[in-house]
């Protein structure tokens, strides 16, 4: 087996939208943070009941779980990124997740 064909299966199909999918894993990791901070400190609430009940329970498997569903929805989308809904919900989440993480400095900067 050629070095050239084994490294041609892992080529990006699309280098935009890969930086799309890690900005969105990078906001979702912020996010998970934040989250616990502002629970600890009593200045907001986790808005999905399953991730709350599972925040209380355990913050770092709180921090797994959501990384690695963010993650997993990311991988999906991003392995049809040849396809235009594919391409929509990857850049929907990372735009999502910009508006959350300027939420979560709101909160930081004036609670």
Do not use: W
């Not at 490294?7 to 699309?14: E, G, I, K, V």
């Not at 996010?31 to 009941?49: K, L, Q, S, Y």
């Not at 850049?91 to 909160?107: D, G, N, Q, R, W």
């Amino acid at each position: 087996m050629r070095t050239g064909v084994l490294f041609q299966q892992y080529r990006l199909h699309n280098t935009r939208l890969f930086m799309y999918v890690l900005l969105s894993l990078l906001m979702s990791g912020y996010d998970a943070v934040a989250t616990m901070e502002h629970i600890r400190r009593g200045v907001a609430a986790e808005g999905n009941p399953l991730m709350d009940s599972l925040i209380q329970r355990n913050a770092v498997l709180f921090f797994f779980v959501k990384m690695l569903l963010t993650a997993l929805g990311l991988m999906f989308c991003y392995s049809f990124s040849q396809r235009r809904l594919a391409q929509l919900g990857i850049k929907a989440v990372a735009s999502i997740y910009a508006l959350v993480c300027i939420y979560h400095t709101f909160i930081v900067f004036f609670e």
